[in-house]
């Protein structure tokens, strides 16, 4: 079964500094990875997807994550933060497949920016 | 309007009453989804769907119904409204490459 964790329910940074919201996750075959955002009273908008491809993967509003296999981990960076970033960020995970392409989503982490 | 919309936004019903929340989205996109959205809990998938009259239980199905007659229509009712299904529901629809889009949500009181 799949499983993605999120180290770090909250995280603070000020205006200008690295981003780093940390994703680890399991799964039994070769997953496909993505990294949500949902801004307050709103749905969750796709920021970036790892669908085997490049490692290293760009996204929207200049964040990135990196696909790190030995340390089954996705962590989302992005390096210098805006007042704009702050939401709330999920992690999510899928085994393609016959899955349908459901998704196992972490519980999130709450990214506040400050000035 | 494109893309995938809800309704109602904002709902609040009574204890034991049917409520049913639509979903319907434009971009003939084959697959489906209904998540629950609780302080806690993150999303949980309570239906899915991968098709027209095909659909699925996820995670937490207890107390829901779906279908889906029409690829652009997946309805959640709940049959007898209880307050542990107060919530945040999203309405979300997938491409084959597995990222799903989403909806505005519906917030949903049941007192």
């Known amino acids: 079964a799949q499983s993605v964790t999120q180290l770090g329910s909250h995280v603070s940074v000020s205006e200008g500094a690295l981003v780093l919201l940390r994703c680890n996750y399991s799964s039994s075959v070769p997953p496909y990875l993505f990294w949500y955002v949902q801004y307050p009273n709103q749905g969750l908008q796709l920021l970036l997807k790892y669908t085997s491809a490049a490692t290293l993967v760009k996204g929207i509003n200049g964040f990135e994550a990196e696909f790190k296999k030995s340390e089954t981990s996705f962590h989302l960076t992005k390096p210098s933060a805006h007042m704009s970033d702050a939401a709330e960020y999920f992690c999510a995970v899928s085994e393609g497949g016959t899955s349908y392409g459901k998704l196992t989503f972490g519980q999130g982490t709450i990214l506040t920016v400050h000035p | 309007d494109a893309g995938i919309t809800q309704s109602p936004r904002y709902k609040i019903t009574e204890t034991g009453r049917q409520v049913t929340l639509m979903c319907h989205q434009t971009w003939s996109h084959s697959y489906m989804f209904w998540y629950r959205q609780d302080l806690g809990h993150g999303l949980r998938l309570i239906y899915y769907?991968?098709?027209?009259?095909?659909?699925d239980k996820g995670e937490v199905p207890d107390g829901y119904v779906v279908s889906r007659s029409k690829t652009e229509n997946f309805p959640l009712t709940l049959e007898s409204a209880t307050r542990s299904q107060t919530s945040v529901y999203f309405c979300?629809?997938?491409?084959?490459?597995?990222?799903?889009?989403f909806g505005p949500g519906t917030r949903l009181t049941v007192t």
């Open positions: 769907s991968a098709a027209a009259d095909i659909t």
């Open positions: 979300a629809s997938s491409v084959p490459t597995y990222e799903q889009y």
